[in-house]
């Protein structure tokens, strides 16, 4: 059985920092990323990274501000967000793609996903 458990959100003033993980467990995969959504928009693409290459790609509304990394050990993929505004505010999702190595921005391109949790920022 497939399951991602997201851990790490929480409330953080602007300026703060939060450290999300996912640890991946029932399959392997070839690429996990983060999404978020914010309430009453759609759900939208922040970062992912090749398990076996470690290649990322990030949204232009977090570059320099977020990093994504893994643990090819612990099959756990963390996503360490530095600098955080009010605007990052939403549920952080980790989600998990069977098909291919290269990281990709479409939810559609995902297989799995978990729960999410939620992370807010004030001003």
């Known amino acids: 059985q497939v399951q991602l458990v997201e851990s790490g959100g929480g409330l953080v003033q602007a300026g703060g920092s939060l450290r999300l993980s996912c640890a991946a467990s029932g399959r392997a995969f070839y690429a996990m990323g983060w999404f978020r959504q914010a309430p009453g928009k759609e759900r939208e693409f922040v970062a992912a990274i090749s398990w076996s290459s470690g290649r990322r790609y990030y949204a232009d509304s977090v570059k320099g501000r977020f990093t994504i990394s893994r643990d090819n050990a612990k099959n756990t993929v963390y996503l360490q967000m530095n600098s955080l505004k009010p605007e990052d505010t939403g549920v952080y999702y980790c989600?998990?793609?069977?098909?291919?190595?290269?990281?990709?921005?479409?939810?559609?391109?995902?297989?799995?996903w978990g729960q999410g949790t939620q992370v807010t920022v004030s001003s």
């Open positions: 989600a998990a793609d069977s098909s291919t190595v290269v990281p990709r921005s479409p939810p559609q391109a995902y297989d799995y």
